[in-house]
């Protein structure tokens, strides 16, 4: 079995306003700290997940195994 671990995705998810209000910021402030945690500074889009999602789904991925793959812009570096 494999594992795609996505970082911070711009989806519906991810409400801003309650992050926010959870850390005691504002809205775009929660987003730019969420930002500030990769490498690439900046959330990552679906369809960036889609390609890897797809490709694990697949006969290309017969031979992975046991892998955690991360698409997060560079979270876990």
Request: glycine content about 10%.
């Amino acid at each position: 079995m494999n594992v795609l671990c996505p970082g911070w995705t711009n989806t519906r998810l991810v409400d801003w306003n309650v992050l926010g209000a959870m850390m005691g910021v504002r809205a775009a402030d929660a987003k730019r700290f969420a930002e500030s945690q990769n490498i690439q500074k900046r959330i990552v889009e679906p369809d960036e997940l889609g390609a890897m999602a797809a490709m694990l789904a697949s006969d290309a991925a017969s031979a992975l195994t046991g892998q955690v793959i991360s698409v997060d812009g560079g979270f876990m570096i």
